[in-house]
């Protein structure tokens, strides 16, 4: 009489060798997915140098491209021609001394046609706002590339205006005022600039003060819980074929009992 096969005969049967390997290949691809969500985990903002010192804006942001998170707060140059025929306000601004106000913002392009939104200046009121910006649309200006130095700051959600033609916005998002552009962009930065020394603010307004964004690494706990998952699907696809092995062994023994 045969005697009843072990676990370790039962996993050398061949079908069982090769659902080996389909687990170590499904526990490889949660291996790669896991380490995948643990580097989205931890999301790196920007240093205090990259705060004070200034970097071409192409080195960190490019038009149409996804945006690191340590690209926002950080300082950067672009040389880019002011289209002040497409100029905004934006509400609900606060200075970094926590006075409320207004910002003007118009649109730029660079040498390759590439949109930028630059905020140009704080007004602490709604007519002040109103008035540099008409003061701007009618200035004389020779159209040229100038240098420019400011801030890179992330687009807001949008929000609805009063009326559909208002100049004033109550959100500076980069996509609701692509659409108020008299002429829409093919590309556009992704952030928008807060303009800073040495350049020159307009008339009229202030120099827009922000407060440093935090140079701590962020922790995105949702991805780090996506992480733990897909690592235990990787030992999971492992027990499973052991599983699978065990309960094909428990019916050779029970058949050769019967």
């Given at each position: 009489m045969k005697t009843a096969p072990n676990w370790f005969s039962v996993a050398r049967q061949p079908k069982w060798i090769g659902g080996l390997?389909?687990?170590?290949?499904?526990?490889?691809?949660?291996?790669?997915?896991?380490?995948?969500?643990?580097?989205?985990?931890?999301?790196?903002?920007?240093?205090?140098?990259?705060?004070?010192?200034?970097?071409?804006?192409?080195?960190?942001?490019?038009?149409?491209?996804?945006?690191?998170?340590?690209?926002?707060?950080?300082?950067?140059?672009?040389?880019?021609?002011?289209?002040?025929?497409?100029?905004?306000?934006?509400?609900?601004?606060?200075?970094?001394?926590?006075?409320?106000?207004?910002?003007?913002?118009?649109?730029?392009?660079?040498?390759?046609?590439?949109?930028?939104?630059?905020?140009?200046?704080?007004?602490p009121s709604r007519h002040a706002a109103l008035a540099a910006r008409q003061q701007l649309r009618t200035a004389v200006q020779a159209q040229a590339f100038l240098p420019v130095r400011g801030l890179l700051g992330s687009s807001e959600p949008p929000q609805l205006t009063t009326a559909p033609d208002s100049v004033v916005l109550h959100s500076l998002s980069i996509g609701q005022l692509i659409n108020r552009y008299s002429q829409t962009p093919t590309k556009t930065y992704p952030l928008f600039l807060i303009l800073q020394q040495p350049n020159?603010?307009?008339?009229?307004?202030?120099?827009?003060?922000?407060?440093?964004?935090?140079?701590?690494?962020?922790?995105?706990?949702?991805?780090?819980?996506?992480?733990?998952?897909?690592?235990?699907?990787?030992?999971?696809?492992?027990?499973?074929?052991?599983?699978l092995v065990r309960d094909a062994q428990l019916l050779a023994q029970a058949a050769k009992v019967e």
């Open positions: 390997f389909l687990a170590l290949a499904a526990a490889a691809i949660c291996a790669l997915l896991a380490q995948w969500q643990l580097g989205r985990s931890f999301e790196q903002a920007a240093t205090e140098n990259t705060q004070t010192v200034a970097k071409p804006i192409d080195s960190l942001i490019r038009p149409g491209l996804p945006v690191q998170p340590y690209s926002v707060g950080s300082l950067v140059e672009a040389n880019v021609m002011l289209d002040l025929t497409n100029v905004f306000v934006v509400s609900n601004r606060v200075q970094q001394n926590g006075q409320p106000g207004f910002w003007v913002v118009a649109n730029s392009r660079n040498i390759d046609g590439a949109s930028l939104t630059v905020a140009l200046g704080f007004a020159s603010v307009p008339a009229g307004l202030q120099p827009i003060k922000v407060k440093p964004v935090p140079t701590d690494v962020q922790v995105n706990w949702l991805s780090a819980f996506y992480a733990i998952e897909w690592v235990l699907f990787c030992g999971f696809s492992v027990f499973l074929w052991w599983r």
